[in-house]
C-alpha cells in the first residue's frame, strides 16, 4: 500500500578531493580508515598537474589575448573554469549566459569552456570560479612524446595526434570511403569482392578553421577523428613547440605502432573455462542471434574448421579479409577465429567456443576487419564505426574480439587518456558492443593503450597445464600484460587460459598449431559472450556493462582470494579472476 516517491538527492557545496577516502570493508559494515584530502585545485593532465597562484583568479596570458591569427568564426578561446564550489547544470547555465560553450569536464574539478574574449573578466568573478586559465604548454606534451623525440633532429618526420577542445566538422567536412569490402559463405570459402552497396571503411576530412590552421602551419592531416576530436597528423618535431601555443590544441601525443599479441589445445583451456559444458547448450546458434566479429590479421576460411557467412574489410584492394597467407598474412586471425568459432570438421578436439556462430544466415555474419599488415593505418575511429555499422539488412555483432594493440617505446604506462583508449571509451559507451582486448605481452609487463580505456574488457594469459617455469593450472604467464595503468587503475579485468593454445592454422586447410599469448586467451571470452548472448536476450541487447559485470563477478579468483578491496594486488595481476562459463551461463546456482 505504500507509494514510491523519489526525490533529488541533497548535495552540499563541498567539491571532490584528489586523495579518496580509505575504506576498510568488515563484518559489520564499511569502515572508513582515513578521509578524503588534499588540495583540489589544480589542472591534472598526464604531463603532470599546474596549481595556479593562491591569489590568481585569472591566467595573465588569457587577458593579454588580442585576437586570433586564424579564421574561426567568433572570438572565442579556450580555457579551463577551475570551479571552487560543485558543479550544477544552473552553474554551467550561468556560463551560457555569457555566450560561453560548454566542453566537458576536465580533471581535477574544472569545465573546459570556449569564453568571449569579452567575457573573460566577467567568468572569473563568479562566485563558484576558483580561476580561468590555460593548459601549461608542457602540459600539452605527453611524455611518450617527449621520450620518442629524445635524439631526432627539428626537421625529422613525426607522425602525432593532435587532440582539439572541440569538433572542426562543419558543412565542407568529407567523408572518403577506402579499400575493400569481401563477402563469404560456407558454399564460397575464398570470398569475392562485395559492390553492390558501398559499405568499405570511411574515414573524415574536417575541412574546417582548425584543419586550415594546422595545413598552414605545414602539417599534413591524414584525417579528423570527430569522436574524440583529433587530428591525425604528420609533421615535424620542430612543429610540437608550435602546436602547444595554439589555444585550441589541447594536447600532442604519438602514434604507436599496433602490433599483434602472440609471440594446450581447445580440449584443454576451453573446459578449463567450463567453455565446453556450456557450448552444448548454446553453441552460438540455438537464438539465431548472437553475432561475432574479429579486428586481426586475416582469416583463412580455406580452413576446413572455418565455414562461416562473413563480412570481411581490408585497407587495400589487393588482398582479401578471408586470406590469412597472401600479402603478409600470419595466421594469426585465422588461430584467434579457430578458438572463437572453429566447428572441429577435422578434429572436435579443436572445437572453438561457439561453433555455431554466423552458420545460418548473411544478416548474422561474422564481421572480420584486417588490419595487420597493415599499410594504410586506418584509425581506431574508422574500425569501430564500421564494426558497428549494419550491412544491408544485418545486424552488428554483439562482441568484437581484439587479439593486438599498441604501447609506447619506452617504459611509459598508458594511463587511458590517450586517443585510441579515449576511442573505445566513446565507442562502447555510446554503441553498446562489447570489445574484447587481451592486456599484451609487452616486454615492460604493462597492458597496452587500447586495453587501458576503462570501457574495454581486457583480458590476461593464464596457463592450463602444470608448468616449470610459473607453477600450477591458473597461475599467469610471465608475459601477461598487468596492471596498475598510470593512474592507479587495475586491469586485466578477467583472465583465461593462452599458453600453448592448439587452434587452426592457415597454411594447412586441415592443420593446428600451437600459439601462446595474451591474443589467445581473449579469443576464449569473446566465444563465452557469444554463448552467453546466445542464451540471455537482454545481453543481446546493448549491455556491455552488464556482460563485463557477470563476467567479472563469476570469475575464478586465483586460490579462492577473498576480493574486498579495489586495492587488492590479485586485481593488478588475475583481474577478477579466471573466466567460468557455467557459473556465468546459470549464477544463480551455489558455487
Known sequence: GFEATAYPAQLDDSIPLPIPAVVEARPDGDVIVSPASGDPFFLSFIAGPYAPPADELIDPALLAIQGFNDTRPDNATYAMVMFQKRITEDRLDALRSMNCRILGFHPHYTIKVAIPTNRLLDVSTLDFVRWVGAPRTWQKIHPALQGEIQGKNATDALDMYVTVYETDMNKDSVEERFGSMWQVTPEDKKGHLYEEIDARPSRFHSNGWMHRKLEEMGLELREFRPDIFTFVATGKVSDIEALTQL????????????????????????????????????????SSLAQAGI????????????????????????SSPWDDIANGGSGHGTHVSGTI???????????????GLASWSQDQAYFNYRIFPNP???????????????????????????SWGSTFNDQHVPTGTEADARTVDDHVFSSGQVWVWSSGNYSYQNVGIQATAKNALTVGNSVDYDDSTVGNPGEMWTSSGSGPCADGRWKPNVNAPGRWVSSALANNNTGYAAYNGTSMAAPHVTGLIAQLADH????????????????????????????????????????AGRVNAARAHWSGGEW
Open 247 to 286: 589555444d585550441f590544441v589541447q594536447f600532442v601525443e604519438p602514434v604507436p605502432q599496433r602490433e599483434l599479441h602472440s609471440s594446450a589445445i581447445h580440449d584443454e583451456s576451453i573446459p578449463m573455462i567450463m567453455g565446453d559444458e556450456t557450448r552444448a547448450y548454446y553453441d552460438g546458434s540455438s
Open 295 to 318: 579486428v586481426d590479421s586475416g582469416v583463412e576460411t580455406a580452413h576446413s574448421d572455418l565455414n562461416p557467412y562473413g563480412w570481411g574489410w581490408n585497407c587495400t584492394t589487393e
Open 341 to 355: 568459432l572453429g566447428d572441429g570438421t577435422t578434429e572436435a578436439d579443436h572445437t572453438g567456443m561457439a561453433p
Open 376 to 402: 594504410c593505418s586506418d584509425s581506431l575511429s574508422t574500425i569501430m564505426n564500421r564494426m558497428n555499422t549494419p550491412v544491408g539488412s544485418g545486424t552488428v555483432p554483439t562482441v568484437v574480439n581484439n
Open 536 to 575: 540471455y536476450a537482454y545481453l543481446r541487447d546493448r549491455q556491455p556493462h552488464e556482460i563485463a559485470a557477470l563476467l567479472m563477478a563469476t570469475a575464478q579468483a586465483h586460490d579462492n582470494t577473498v576480493l574486498s578491496s579495489p586495492t587488492s594486488t590479485h586485481l593488478d595481476t588475475f583481474g
